[in-house]
């Protein structure tokens, strides 16, 4: 399906923050969709108004990135998405933007070095670049500053345990939830803010990064952890009850599990 764009308006923006300049693109659309050609896998509509972004990493490095608002919202909470391992862009996020989005949050998602729109080689610098996308997403305009989260998966929830100091210093986070944590016991213990856990039943070290985990928070700091298992889900919690998932078969965005996205909104909810 072929997007419905509006006149679109070109804003050069100078950020004098850390670590270099940040170029905006400010386009509205009526679908955030996109035609079959460009990605082979299929785009779920929802409803937003994009802001494309540019911004620096450490290095120099110039990197792209998306803002969605939420369409008849005023000053909604931002969720920062913090991506799983591998060479991806952000439309490998597409369907959790369109879970979110409607929802009513802002949502900003970004290319890895060396995909998507953004320069670079893939392969270096993945803390580096994920705390210059976080920097770039909370210097935009159109969301609550005071409520600002992050959703990271897999090798992300390593990031943000490992850096979380970093990204605080950048802005406060209001919440963090680790989608199919990598994270053991008191590994958790460096995220100083609520959190929660959202894992398939089928981890191999399921107590380790669930219970264990929340026992460890728990002892350190009371309450302010929990978590949740979601059954007939593989690592990244698409659903395996029909069968396992074939990564190749375009329409693999709407196998994300029922029972995930709604534990994901509750606990947004909750804490927004």
Known sequence: MKAIMLKCRLV?????????????????????????????????????????????????????????????????????ILHHS?????????????????EGYAVFRFDKRGNGESSGTYGCCEEEDALAAYRAAVNQEGFDPERVFIVAQSVGTQIVAGHFQEFQDIHPVRGVVLLSSLLEGAEILPIECPLFILVSAQEVNLSAITEEAVLAYQRERGEGAAYAIVPNTEHTLFDVSHGPMDWSDPRWPLRFSTEAAQHLLQWLKAHR
């Open 12 to 80: 050069a923006a100078l950020m004098l923050a850390f670590p270099a300049m940040i170029w905006l693109t400010a386009c509205t659309v009526k679908q955030n969709e996109r035609s079959a050609e460009e990605k082979p896998f299929l785009f779920i509509p929802f409803e937003s108004r994009v802001r494309e972004v540019r911004f620096q990493s450490g290095d120099g490095t110039v990197l792209a990135g998306q803002l969605d608002l939420p369409p008849g919202w005023l000053n909604p909470p931002l969720v920062f």
């Open 86 to 102: 591998g060479p991806v862009d952000r439309d490998a996020y597409q369907y959790l933007a369109a879970l979110l989005v409607p």
